[in-house]
């Protein structure tokens, strides 16, 4: 079994900085892309930023210039550092990767549990 583990979460004054971090645990032989969306109360979950195993990335319109995705492979590890927060970037983080299996050999979708970014002041 494959699990993804967030951290980083909290509560962070607008204009602040936080720094997530997503780790890969489990019987897997590769991970391809990994990602962060998230989802704010009452809205669709949605895509914050890609990252794929070449080291191509991807964003959403409306962190692009403020949230940099970045991966550590030899410790499958994804991280998502997060400046000038806004308000608005209220959400519970969650963490996705494609993963190919060990047992059985096989693709997976995986998600973490999420963690909560709370920007107020």
């Known amino acids: 079994q494959v699990q993804l583990v967030e951290s980083g979460g909290g509560v962070v004054q607008p204009g602040g900085s936080l720094r997530l971090s997503c780790a890969a645990s489990g019987r897997f032989i590769s991970i391809n892309s990994m990602a962060w969306y998230r989802q704010a109360p009452g809205k669709q979950r949605e895509l914050v930023a890609t990252?794929?195993?070449?080291?191509?990335?991807n964003y959403g319109d409306s962190v692009k210039g403020r949230f940099t995705i970045s991966r550590d492979n030899s410790k499958n590890t994804v991280y998502l550092q997060m400046n000038s927060l806004a308000p608005d970037d209220t959400a519970t983080y969650y963490c996705?990767?494609?993963?190919?299996?060990?047992?059985?050999?096989?693709?997976?979708?995986?998600w973490g549990q999420g963690t909560l970014v709370t920007v107020s002041s």
């Open positions: 990252s794929t195993s070449e080291g191509s990335t």
């Open positions: 996705h990767a494609n993963v190919y299996r060990a047992f059985p050999v096989g693709w997976s979708e995986v």
